[in-house]
């Protein structure tokens, strides 16, 4: 039994991310190989993928195959069906989410300086990017939001560690003056991202 070709099978053939003990379970009972010998056929597997198109990529809910990021562009024109475009208000709640759970549909507003839609929390559980983990022990017990395991697999990454840090994504604004600066404290970046939505949101009701 060739265990390495019949794990690329299985992970070829699969929708979606497969952990080594999923793969596991798909072999017959009496036949299913160790953990640690389909850990090494996935690593394996890895390897050969790396000067190919395609590779075997370990994202939060196990591997899948994908085309790579450098390609994915030429790939995309084979489907009519364009990706959903998401508004400014929705991948905001989103990153705080992402970044400062668990939070609170207030902790948001607050952060925000808006109130937030109710469409939007409906739209980022729908999408399962979102889940409520607990609930905050104070009058009304309002739902705390964390990320899943679905948004680590759209973003491509395996755990939160992998997100960029703040002082990265400033980095990545062109709009950013090149001469150097002091990283704005937390208290700042809320205070001024408050203003420009609330400046936004007066421009479009004019």
């Known amino acids: ?46 390897i050969e993928y790396q000067p190919r198109p395609i590779e075997l990529k370990r994202v939060a809910s196990g591997y899948r195959f994908q085309v790579k990021p450098a390609l994915s562009h030429w790939v995309s024109r084979l489907f009519e069906e364009k990706p959903p475009r998401y508004s400014r208000a929705l991948l905001e709640t989103l990153a705080i989410i992402a970044y400062r759970q668990p939070v609170t549909r207030g902790d948001i507003e607050d952060i925000r300086g808006v109130s937030v839609s109710s469409s939007i929390i409906q739209t980022l559980l729908e999408r399962e990017w979102v889940r409520v983990v607990a609930h905050k022990e104070v009058p ?10 679905q948004f680590l697999d759209y973003f491509n990454i395996s755990s939160l560690n992998e997100l960029p840090t703040i002082q990265q994504i400033v980095d990545l604004d062109v709009s950013v003056d090149p001469q150097p600066m002091q990283v704005k404290s937390e208290e ?5 991202s408050a203003i420009k939505t ?9």
């Open 1 to 46: 039994m060739d265990i390495k070709h019949i794990v690329e099978a299985i992970l070829f053939a699969t929708q979606n991310p497969l952990t080594a003990k999923q793969i596991q379970q798909v072999f017959p009972e009496i036949e299913q190989p160790e953990l640690d010998d389909i850990q090494r056929a996935i690593e394996a597997i890895t």
């Open 140 to 149: 009304g017990r309002p739902g705390l939001y964390g990320t899943t395991k």
């Open 188 to 192: 700042q970046e809320t205070e001024q």
């Open 198 to 206: 609330r400046e936004s949101t007066s421009e479009t009701i004019s």
